[in-house]
């Protein structure tokens, strides 16, 4: 199992442009999310999925788009990158056998993407 | 008031030292309770779930006070390996996850 893996590890982009950044878990996990981590703060969602084909916005969601199309996968797209998503972007999942009553199952984080927009 | 509150440190304690970490939540039904750890530039990792009854692994000790709305962690015999940033994250149902901006430890030798 390689649990969550994430690319690319590190990028630098100019304003303006967009990139995606992979998110894969082999976990067979129904939730997947995106965090963000700036320094000093907490995580902040991004968006979620709660399995394929339904996606949700979390806290920041500003400047970000997701898809989810397969159980595995759930790529985050930037479009029109802008100084302030310069941050440190975790992927994670995790499994609900009851998602209707909401109890969760520990996240899973995979290593991290740092992105630099300048 | 925050979600989820946890004193920032940083905590400087000698190797072998006892050391506990709070963290208050404001969310009272809130349902599950985490704490993890971060190492500088990596990903955060489960250190512990914590459950009502409180609950131990190794030299690692959480307790969960709904009454008063806290968790804590408590670390024996502090290693220099336990310096880390510590997450306090709380689960309130469903997706939503809140992670405290954490408590930095250093174990000095």
């Not at chain 1, 703060?41 to 500003?62: F, H, R």
């Not at chain 1, 788009?65 to 479009?79: C, I, K, Q």
């Not at chain 2, 939540?25 to 914590?50: G, H, I, T």
Request: net charge positive.
């Amino acid at each position: 199992n390689a649990g969550v893996t994430q690319t690319p590890k590190f990028r630098i982009l100019k304003i303006g442009q967009s990139m995606t950044l992979q998110c894969a878990q082999d976990m067979n996990h129904n939730y997947m999310y995106w965090y963000r981590q700036d320094p000093g703060m907490g995580l902040k969602l991004i968006y979620y999925s709660v399995g394929a084909g339904i996606t949700d916005k979390g806290e920041v969601p500003n400047g970000y788009n997701v898809s989810r199309s397969t159980t595995e996968d759930f790529p985050l797209r930037l479009e029109l990158a802008a100084p302030s998503q310069t941050s440190v972007y975790f992927c994670a999942s995790s499994y609900s056998a009851f998602p209707d009553r909401g109890l969760q199952e520990t996240q899973y984080f995979g290593p991290g993407t740092r992105l630099l927009v300048l | 008031r925050k979600e989820v509150e946890q004193d920032p440190g940083p905590f400087n304690v000698p190797e072998g030292a006892t050391v506990a970490f709070n963290c208050t939540y404001s969310n009272s039904a809130s349902q599950s309770f985490f704490w993890y750890r971060q190492d500088c530039r990596k990903e955060p990792k489960l250190l512990m779930s914590v459950y009502s009854s409180g609950n131990e692994d190794g030299r690692f000790t959480a307790q969960l006070n709904r009454a008063s709305q806290y968790i804590s962690l408590l670390i024996r015999d502090s290693k220099l390996s336990d310096s880390a940033t510590y997450l306090c994250v709380v689960n309130s149902g469903t997706y939503k996850y809140i992670f405290g901006t954490g408590t930095r430890l250093k174990v000095l030798a």
